[in-house]
């Protein structure tokens, strides 16, 4: 293990967990941080980005469930942002921008950052090249304080530097911004239950944090007002079976592979909100 120290709490006493996927994983004994340490190869994670990355979402010609599968939930969280204007809005890591249309529809003028050149294109489609950056967001070329909300839903878990991350998203908000989280919970009722067999321990996800370890890391990076509950995403079964598949768990593959051979088409396309073991945070800039 490197010896950089804790990017939440700066503790130095980590514990091994487990090894997975050829990788080691600790856990900070101070505030619970959990973290691949080292970290992946850019090789290694450049396998597992790209166009193929984003074909896990979707399932072969039913792109426009998936499509309002993923609306739904982004629109019950940008909703449920306290105070946010309704003015400009950054997401980070927008993949193919979904949360964008959204945004829009309710409001916003929306704005992205997406590190694949396949992502920012279909952005720059939709909503024209001076509304995506293609890149990481600290060479992002907005100008400071010219946004209201930053989001970053399924986003913080895969950068290097959190804490750089995060400095950067406030330099761009605007006094009295806010940011917006959804990431995987340590402290969620699925890692307690599933361990080491966790969904979200994936290579790509490079950190895991916990309420205590969010907030920690928020206020080193300048933050303040922090807030959090559990995240609910919105799904169906057949998307749940694809994903499933896609990433294999021990017990519920076989129970999500079982599912849709015997249950019939319209139970298993019916949307419902679920609790995926995820934290839904706002912080003030």
């Given at each position: 293990m490197s010896d950089r120290p804790c990017e939440a709490c700066s503790g130095s006493r980590f514990a091994k967990i487990f090894t997975k996927l050829e990788h080691?994983?600790?856990r900070c004994?101070?505030?619970?941080?959990?973290?691949?340490?080292?970290?992946?190869?850019?090789?290694?994670?450049?396998?597992?980005?790209?166009?193929?990355y984003y074909d896990a979402w979707g399932l072969h010609g039913q792109e426009e469930i998936v499509r309002g599968?993923?609306?739904?939930?982004?629109?019950?969280?940008?909703?449920?942002?306290?105070?946010?204007?309704?003015?400009?809005?950054?997401d980070c890591g927008a993949a193919t921008g979904f949360l964008m249309e959204v945004a829009a529809e309710i409001g916003f003028d929306a704005y992205g950052v997406e590190l694949?050149?396949?992502?920012?294109?279909?952005?720059?489609?939709?909503?024209?090249?001076?509304?995506?950056?293609?890149?990481?967001?600290?060479?992002?070329?907005?100008?400071?304080?010219?946004?209201?909300?930053?989001?970053?839903?399924?986003?913080?878990?895969h950068v290097r530097d959190p804490e750089r991350v995060l400095r950067r998203a406030r330099e761009l908000l605007a006094p009295g911004g806010v940011l917006s989280?959804?990431?995987?919970?340590?402290?969620s009722f699925t890692h307690h239950v599933m361990g080491r067999h966790w969904s979200h321990y994936k290579l790509e996800h490079l950190y895991y944090f916990g309420p205590?370890?969010?907030?920690?890391?928020?206020?080193?990076?300048?933050?303040?007002?922090v807030h959090d509950t559990r995240a609910w995403k919105t799904m169906n079964l057949r998307y749940i079976h694809h994903?499933?598949?896609?990433?294999?768990?021990?017990?519920?593959t076989l129970v999500a592979r079982t599912m849709a051979k015997v249950l019939p088409g319209p139970l298993m396309d019916r949307s419902f909100p679920i609790l995926m073991g995820e934290l839904y945070a706002h912080a003030s800039a």
């Open positions: 080691d994983f600790y004994s101070e505030c619970g941080l959990e973290r691949i340490d080292p970290q992946p190869s850019d090789a290694t994670l450049a396998a597992i980005y790209g166009k193929h599968l993923k609306k739904s939930t982004f629109r019950r969280n940008l909703e449920g942002i306290p105070g946010a204007k309704r003015g400009k809005l950054l694949s050149e396949y992502g920012a294109g279909e952005i720059a489609k939709r909503f024209g090249r001076d509304h995506v950056f293609q890149g990481e967001i600290e060479q992002a070329t907005f100008a400071p304080g010219s946004f209201d909300v930053v989001t970053m839903y399924d986003y913080l878990e989280i959804t990431t995987p919970s340590t402290g205590d370890s969010l907030a920690r890391l928020l206020e080193r990076a300048g933050f303040h007002r994903q499933m598949e896609t990433y294999p768990t021990p017990g519920l």
